[in-house]
């Protein structure tokens, strides 16, 4: 692949309801689209997940754009690349910034597989036609309101309810989830909004049959999780934490999860994602896929490593009308029975709606090799 141009847009979009984490709420989407060209002019296609402000990491929009254009593009351009596996080596001259280089590495795993007329799955060596999802739901004002949305979710068919808590909206709340839908598969996730001086707390959440408590504690944190994880049954499931194929190891040797959230972005990209899949899938430790509130692009990629067989859980990778009123790829993502049909054309199995991207887009630069 020589990739000879790539285009930076920068999108805006509004999420259809506002969505509250124990961080804070947020209604306004703005992320950079990333779109790689080689000599022939096929295009292939990456989406950041880096918000606006580093609540989630320490990665912002600006930040990625700044990684992209000052070091990642560079070295993008300086050498033609055999295989999208490659850049994991290439990239590594520079430290951290995984969504930077996700986003970049996205678009060219894309092309990769639009030139060899695989789907990405394929290209990455999934395994399935179909794959289960779930949804994540935020934190909402009432009881009550999180009541008749997790209702109309279970109608749809998701194969299970995942809610934001924090401390003040935890056991009571779960507690009133539970007794309304007894067996509804059901997890939290706490955004490291606890600690360790939190313990009883978190050990409460063990008689509600939670499939999993999502990073309960620190984003930097394997230690207390592992003290943590002894002490309750629930299992811990981390996201914030691991942000590579060795943080992975390390968790696993330590005892501070049993089932990873793999989130293309956080880890640095698809080829790390397959890594951390494949060291759990090593040592029986389940894994699913992570959403950042992805527009289509970002979708596509996650139905796509999603495909792998260690993603044995359902992912929180929810329809696009869940999130937007219109989405930037056709089809869009539809979710039926709980499951999303993996699409079967060459690349990332959906077309990008250049009108809509358009329409969403505040500015783009080019940058030629
Ligand atoms: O922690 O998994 C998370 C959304 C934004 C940032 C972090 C998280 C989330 C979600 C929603 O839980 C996932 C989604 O619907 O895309
Ligand atoms: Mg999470």
Redesign the pocket.
Known sequence: IKVKRVILRHLQMELKSP?T?SFGSFQKKEFILVEAMDEDGLSGWGESVA?PSPW?NEETVKTNWHMIEDFLLPLLFQAPIAHPEELRQRFSVIRKNQMAKAAIEGAIWDLFAKRQQLPLHKALGGNKNRIEVG??I?IQKSIDDLLRIIERYVQEGYRRI?I?IKPGWDVEVVREVRRRFPDVPLMV?A?SAYSLEDIDRLKALDEFQLMMI??PLAPDDIVDHATLQEQLNTPICL??SIHSAEDARKAIQLGSCRII?I?IGRVGGLAEAKRIHDICKENDIPVWC?????AGVGRAHNIAITTLDNFTLPG???ASS??WTKDIIVPEVTVHHGTITVPEKPGIGYDVDRQQVDIYTSYAKVYHA
Not at 290 to 294: A, N, V
Request: glycine share 12%.
């Open positions: 969505f984490t918000f989630y949804v994540s935020g995942k934001k996730d955004n999502e990073q996201d914030e959230n989130k992570g959403g950042m509130l992805e929180d990778t929810a869940h999130y």
